[in-house]
């Protein structure tokens, strides 16, 4: 009988930070290992869990971008969400679009000069072809109480409206058995993770609504509140520094191909990395600004570190999450096994 | 002879079917087309639950924030059957009745007005709200005999 490993999060109380729902992180070799498809596989771990769970099959072999337009390895394919075993037959179950290698792409999504530097020949996903989703906005997947959503990197419980943010390379971190930070999502992330770049069938928005330098949110002063008492598991910051660091060494422009937020903007300052500021917006300049992030912030002179400097102080260097603190994922999250 | 008043009973016998057809017609397309009022609809679930031959209490649930709604009247009908068939059902004792979202996004407009001190409109702001809801399954933790009688999404 095949069987089926993966990393599973139970809903409540985890290292004094609230979980809403079981969360449930399986590896694509894993899935193709046992021999059944990516739906089977969520039907039987849906099948072990007595309360609303959110699950994501993570392709370790394929690369996606981060919400401000970082290229990173690995992201979620297949998503679902379920409540008491069941799978809601409409709106429980998403598959992401492969985004074909083209020219034309690049020249409409600049930030995409990562992928032939740095990851060239692997295949990238982001969010689900709006086509085949019935759902008419969000990239969410619904069962019941629990909503796996923006192409499962935010997961809720909709009758607690508890709330809980998976940055994709929080995600990665957790595949890898890598190091994650578990904290409160606050309002830098909360502002952060409004500067995206425009994509198609983008993790968050199908079509390329956003220029770069501007703010999905337009939410002025308000932009800091959003997501910021939400916990949330993101990679630590000395990966997030790697990652920002080839993203800036393949060429890439904070504000104009790849987006300003305080994350990549602290990166590129320590690295003497050019910001275009004349291609922010006014918007974004008032969302970034209202936690810190001020033009003057942005001119102001900092010693210039190397790349292995920046990722060695990369805690003190990338600012965001409150009240975080590091683990090793093994410490953190265990394992699961099922026969299917 | 006998060839012609066959004949003329085939003749009668089509316009009869003419005639049934197009009312039946009628009827169905009426029923596609009308829909009911929310008040109405309130009342005939409650009759529906409160008046069946084995009546029983209702709570209707979910249409609150309705204040002026007409309601599908092809499924209205087929409804009323329903909440009168689950009163005949052996031990139900009460009826919940709960109206939740088909599909579980629904976008809504926002209005946001500036009224005068005469109750006048100065300004309005529209903007859009799209809002998550918990499906079926919330609503049916503790509840294993279900019949689905919903057509597939976009059908009648």
Excluded at chain 1, 29 to 35: L, S, T
Aim: hydrophobic letters at 40%; charged letters at 25%; proline letters at 6%.
């Amino acid at each position: 009988m095949a069987k089926l490993t993966y990393k599973m999060i139970p809903e409540g109380m985890l290292e004094g930070k609230y979980v809403p729902l079981n969360i449930a992180f399986i590896d694509y070799r894993e899935v193709k290992n046992a021999g059944v498809t990516p739906r089977q596989a969520f039907e039987a771990v849906a099948k072990t869990v007595d309360g609303p769970v959110g699950m994501n099959i993570f392709d370790q072999d394929v690369v996606t971008t981060t919400s401000d337009g970082v290229m990173v390895e690995g992201t979620v394919r297949f998503m679902a969400a379920a409540d008491k075993g069941k799978i809601n037959p409409d709106f429980g179950y998403l598959e992401m679009a492969e985004m074909p290698y083209s020219d034309e792409l690049i020249k409409e999504e600049p930030h995409l000069i990562q992928w032939k530097k740095n990851y060239p020949g692997k295949r990238l996903f982001r969010g689900p072809d709006p086509a085949t989703k019935i759902i008419p906005v969000h990239n969410v997947c619904i069962s019941g109480r629990a909503s796996n959503n923006n192409s499962a990197t935010e997961m809720m419980n909709i009758v607690t409206m508890e709330e809980i943010l998976l940055p994709i390379l929080g995600q990665q971190q957790i595949l890898r058995n890598g190091k994650v930070i578990l904290g409160m999502t606050g309002g830098i992330i909360s502002v952060g993770i409004g500067m995206i770049m425009p994509e198609k069938f983008g993790r968050v928005f199908p079509t390329r609504q956003f220029p770069a330098g501007e703010t999905a949110h337009g939410s002025g002063p308000y932009a800091q509140t959003l997501k910021a008492h939400i916990p949330c598991i993101v990679a630590d910051k000395a990966v997030l520094a790697e990652n920002i660091i080839k993203c800036l060494e393949a060429g890439c422009i904070p504000g104009r191909t790849v987006g300003a937020s305080p994350a990549v903007l602290s990166v590129a300052r320590s690295m003497g990395v050019e910001i275009d500021m004349g291609n922010i917006t006014d918007r974004a300049y008032e969302e970034l600004g209202s936690v810190g992030f001020t033009k003057e912030w942005m001119q102001e002179k900092v010693d210039i570190l190397t790349p292995e400097e920046i990722i060695a102080r990369a805690d003190e260097i990338i600012p965001g999450v409150v009240d975080g603190t590091k683990y090793n994922v093994p410490d953190l999250i265990k394992e699961t096994t099922i026969e299917l | 002879m006998y060839l012609e008043r066959y004949s003329v009973r085939i003749y009668e016998l089509s316009f009869a079917f003419i005639v049934i057809s197009l009312w039946t017609a009628e009827r169905v397309f009426n029923m596609k087309l009308m829909h009911t009022k929310l008040p109405e609809f309130l009342e005939k679930m409650r009759v529906a639950s409160e008046e069946s031959s084995n009546p029983k209490p209702i709570k209707i649930r979910g249409l609150e924030n309705l204040t002026s709604a007409k309601m599908q009247s092809l499924r209205t009908g087929r409804i009323e059957h329903a909440v009168r068939e689950m009163t005949m059902k052996d031990g139900v004792e009460r009826i919940e009745f709960q109206v939740i979202p088909r599909v579980p996004e629904t976008m809504h407009t926002v209005i946001i007005k500036g009224v005068d001190k005469d109750g006048k409109a100065k300004s309005a702001i529209l903007e859009v709200l799209n809002i998550l809801h918990p499906t079926e399954e919330a609503y049916l933790l503790d509840c294993d005999d279900i019949e689905d009688r919903r057509p597939g999404i976009g059908r009648h």
